[in-house]
């Protein structure tokens, strides 16, 4: 058991869609807190870095597309970033979110209730959230200054 700090997005699909409010309110409901947001420009260089271990991946291209709003049409690629803290915050919060592909995300999940592939084969899953520790602390610190933390 550990205080952990894990890293939120919630993805241009749920904001095409506005469901900015039913995914922070599943958020809420976890018992976790919310200790940092803030909506995000998010830069060609931002995005590559956040997903730079995916780079050798088929779809890593229309990732970076989408994380930065190119499929929904997102004024200025903006996005909004949390960050959620408390005890084992990291696996929990993931718990929540589900699996990675929206159609095999258990359906009581963000990404089972909500996610979906496009006939085109894009994932759109909503939401991410930090898969381990390491991943927590690079993104954390990649997408928020220490300042901007309120804990
Ligand atoms: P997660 O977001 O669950 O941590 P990941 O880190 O493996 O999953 O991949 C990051 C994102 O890349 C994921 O949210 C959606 C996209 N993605 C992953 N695997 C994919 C696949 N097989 N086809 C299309 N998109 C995929
Ligand atoms: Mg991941």
Not at 44 to 57: G, P, S, T, V
Not at 124 to 142: M, P, T, Y
Request: proline share 3%; glycine share 8%.
């Amino acid at each position: 058991m550990a205080i952990e700090k894990t890293l939120l997005l919630i993805k241009p699909d749920a904001y095409r869609r506005r469901l900015t409010g039913l995914v922070i309110d599943r958020l809420e409901h976890s018992g976790f807190e919310m200790v940092g947001a803030k909506l995000v420009c998010v830069s060609e260089e931002l995005a590559r870095k956040h997903y730079e271990a995916l780079k050798d991946q088929p779809f890593f291209e229309n990732l970076i597309k989408y994380i930065r709003g190119e499929f929904h049409n997102v004024p200025n690629n903006k996005i909004l970033a949390l960050v959620y803290k408390g005890e084992d915050a990291i696996s929990g919060i993931r718990k929540l979110v589900g699996k990675t592909n929206p159609e095999e995300a258990d359906p009581e999940t963000i990404r089972g209730s909500f996610g979906r592939i496009t006939t085109a084969g894009q994932f759109e899953n909503v939401i991410h959230a930090s898969g381990n520790r390491e991943d927590a602390e690079r993104e954390v610190r990649l997408w928020f200054n220490d300042d901007e933390i309120i804990g």
